[in-house]
């Protein structure tokens, strides 16, 4: 196959923060912080690391090996290393899409919030909504919902259709550093709010969000290890194709240990950084406005869309300022992870494109795969995360069963982080590790073939270890998203 056809990244560093770019997005920012300081603080961060370094290092080197290996999307990747389980790339390209229906839209909502903070400042008068009054306001206005949604997919249409160097690469080079800058500047002023320790012991302390009442009980230990290998999967972005993309588009020199440690490192970073850059500024503002701890909102799409806004608002004058800046930046985030997930659905066509002899045609399967995915997310927009009463599949005949169905997006979220993400893994693991045998992927990894620490590491992690904590994930999703109280 003519692999200029498909594209390929012009520089290792800009490999990395394009695979940085898809790892940092709405889970580094309301997911990793809230459950760490609800997890236990500072020792979930050490189960955290952990699962980083052993599962989430095997899972993201293997998939770029496998990606590299075959030159291939997932689809033809998995069917190349195995034609039976060529399911495994189909599960790989679906969940991608279904993902893409709600990502687009929360982006999309960052955006809306970006713009009003921006139009504040630049027409200053009365003081802003409150940000729980902005949030309803917004879900239930399907149309600007719509309109946002599908700007913010055109935005991602314009970097997609650029290509792998000339699109993605180019955008995760300059939007990934503007991103940490950014973020740099919103953690100075959240730690310099008064009562910003509460924040940082909040997050850190283990015990503290129990004995200060942010959070009702502790989980136990089985709930700590499901909650950190799910964030480790979501965070990193592994199981959904992303990593064998990317990973088919990358020079043949070049480490892939090295890259996979480098890339994780990056992500866990700007987690970290975020937690800094909310928490303290989420907590230090809800007590000096006497709200009770367990009545702040500190993780989910609330604390984005509620409790920050109200934090800006709070500032005075420079408050807009630091709300433009901080959507932005997430904004920018939602982005680089968004072009992610749209590559790996493109790829699969532009490859069976080229398979055929014919043109790859970018732009012609980009269009089309952006006309499906603003399809999907009009329902979620229009959905409006439930507030428009938009009919959702079983709700009438059986309630509401967990967050299973009770609005569009967390139903199509049961599917694709639910099942199709830790189903993939395990499937995945196993693949590796009884049928083409991990030596398949560890040649790719260094070509001598010698035995090494890292070898022997790979292969126990990929036999045992990451069988079980995903299994662990597996069970912890389902028991979630149905409410099944099994790990409490
Ligand atoms: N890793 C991104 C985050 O932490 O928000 C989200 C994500 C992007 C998940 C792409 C999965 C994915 F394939």
Known sequence: MDNNKRG????????????????????????????????????????????????????????????????????????????????????????????????????????????VNLSHIVSGGAALASGAETFTEMLISPVSSLIYTL?????????????????????????????????????????????????????????????????????????????????????????????????????KDESLVKNSILISVCDTIVALLAGLAVLPAAIATGLSQGVAPSEIQLGGPKLLYITLQDVFNSMGVIGPIFGAIFYLLVVIAAITSTISLLEVVSAYFIDSRIERGRDPKRTKVISWVCVAVAAEAAVVAIDGLGSNGLWVPFQKTFGTIGSFNDCWLDFIDTFAEGFLMPLGAIIMSLLIAWIIKPKTILEEISPDGKKSFFSVFYTICIRVIVPVIMILVLLGQIDSFFALGIFN
């Open 8 to 115: 390929s990244w012009a520089t290792n560093f800009g490999f990395i923060m394009s695979a940085v770019g898809s790892a940092v997005g709405l889970g580094n920012i309301w997911g990793f912080p809230y459950k760490m300081g609800k997890s236990g603080g500072f020792s979930f961060l050490l189960i955290y690391i952990l699962i980083s370094a052993t599962v989430g290092l095997v899972m993201m080197v293997s998939e770029l090996a496998i990606g590299r290996k075959t030159e291939k999307n997932p689809i033809g990747a998995y069917r190349a290393l195995s034609k039976p389980f060529s399911f495994l790339g189909w599960m790989a390209v679906i969940a991608p899409f279904l993902i893409l229906s709600f990502y687009t839209v929360l982006g999309a909502y960052c955006l809306e919030y970006m713009v």
């Open 151 to 251: 700007v913010f997919i055109v935005f991602c249409y314009i970097i997609n259709r650029g290509g792998v160097s000339g699109g993605i690469e180019k955008f995760n080079k300059i939007g990934m550093p503007a991103l940490f800058v950014m973020l740099l500047i919103i953690v100075a002023r959240s730690l310099t709010l008064p009562n910003a320790i509460e924040g940082l012991k909040y997050m850190f302390i283990p015990g503290y969000a129990v004995d200060a009442g942010f959070v009702e009980k502790a989980p136990n230990l089985i709930t700590v290890l499901a909650t950190a290998g799910g964030q480790v999967f979501f965070s990193l972005s592994l199981a959904m194709g992303i990593m064998i993309t990317y990973g088919s588009y990358l020079k």
